[in-house]
């Protein structure tokens, strides 16, 4: 079996410590009972402090979908923050890197998922931006992530973090962001439960080296294409970058698809694949 643990705070406790968080909950403050129910089942409640708490669950989560939820107690005027989910004492990350092959038993990995970032971060933190926060009509309050969720209790709003546990033990999970302005209908908005790589705060996220890369566009590596944004070789391209369909008989691509990027998305593309990731890697998180 795994530990589980939910590390929650005071919406007025973390404003005061993080400048990401605006809100200002002006009557927050007094301690109040928060609840984790997991697949329906209430299994442990703990009074919120100004020092926070922790929810823990212990035990098997079969090969399948399951629902955890956290609710503070209705009425009360302290909102609450998700602040970072624990399993087996690694710090839970969203990430995609080599998604295909670990999770879903592919052959190879789209390039997305080999040049991608090690983990999805609003703040470039390891803090919960996923699930979904549901209003007391059981609603979903916004279609969006949420850095560290915002669950206003005298409202009676919950948080539910729905996923799927793999045969291999691996969590996955589908985020529904529609509501934001930069969603993208054809991206791919499944995440797996990685480890993070931010210990204790000793390391930070990595940053693209622009220098690095035009330097590398440079060189004669005849691996990268410095002509056109995209590497040469067969197969099918993420849409970030530019889907390329090779056939395997002739040899030849075809480029009938194309799809636009940003220059910065498409440096840190190239610096994470040729930069970061052969030195570096993220594991990800197995439960028993």
Partial sequence: MSVYKFIISKNNIARDSDSNI????TNGGDDVVVTLTVDGTEIHAATLVDAGCVLQYTGTLAEGYHTVKIQPEAGKPTDIRIDRVIIDN?????????????????DKDFLKYLCCKPFRSPKSSDHVWWGDVYKSDYTVKSKSTHYRPHVVTDLGEWWEWSFSVSANGHIHWTVDDSDSILYDSTENHVYYAGKSILYDGSTTFPICNSAEVDSLSNSEDSTFDSSSPSWEDLGVYDSNIRYAFGDSTTGLESYEHTSLYTSQEWYDAVWFYYFYWPANDIDPIVIT
Avoid: L, N, P, S
């Fill in 22 to 25: 605006t809100y200002d909950d």
């Fill in 90 to 106: 690694h710090t839970v990350v969203g990430t995609q890197y080599k998604m295909d092959t670990r999770i879903f038993g592919k």
